[in-house]
């Protein structure tokens, strides 16, 4: 599955922005979704997921309560909305695909992965 990722820009602290990974190629219904983001000079981290039925999310501690990860799969597109953004949460945002039904919150999990959105974050 081809992912394209985007929504990302230049917002103040306190504001919102909502990301938009849409796939081609593929029904994007076979997959769990998620979102990673990574930091200058850091690692990828995991920060939501979304089961292939909708049905279940996951969301990494730090963003609980002011993330949403949500999909509609009649659009093949999966939405991160992110509302309270601080200045931590700065990073290139990436969405990326499993096909696997059982898998964990780190990048080796997830086969397919778009080309990464830029959320700068300013305090």
């Known amino acids: 599955v081809q992912l394209q990722a985007s929504g990302g820009g230049l917002v103040q602290a306190g504001g919102s922005l909502r990301l938009s990974c849409t796939a081609s190629g593929r029904i994007l219904s076979s997959y769990t979704m998620g979102w990673f983001r990574q930091a200058p000079g850091k690692e990828r981290d995991f920060v939501a997921a979304i089961h292939r039925s909708g049905g279940m999310t996951y969301y990494t501690d730090s963003v609980k309560g002011r993330f949403t990860i949500s999909r509609d799969n009649a659009k093949n597109t999966v939405y991160l909305q992110m509302n309270s953004l601080k200045a931590e949460d700065t990073a290139v945002y990436y969405c990326?695909?499993?096909?696997?039904?059982?898998?964990?919150?780190?990048?080796?999990?997830?086969?397919?992965w778009g080309q990464g959105t830029l959320v700068t974050v300013s305090s």
């Open positions: 990326a695909a499993t096909i696997w039904g059982s898998w964990i919150p780190t990048p080796v999990s997830f086969g397919s």
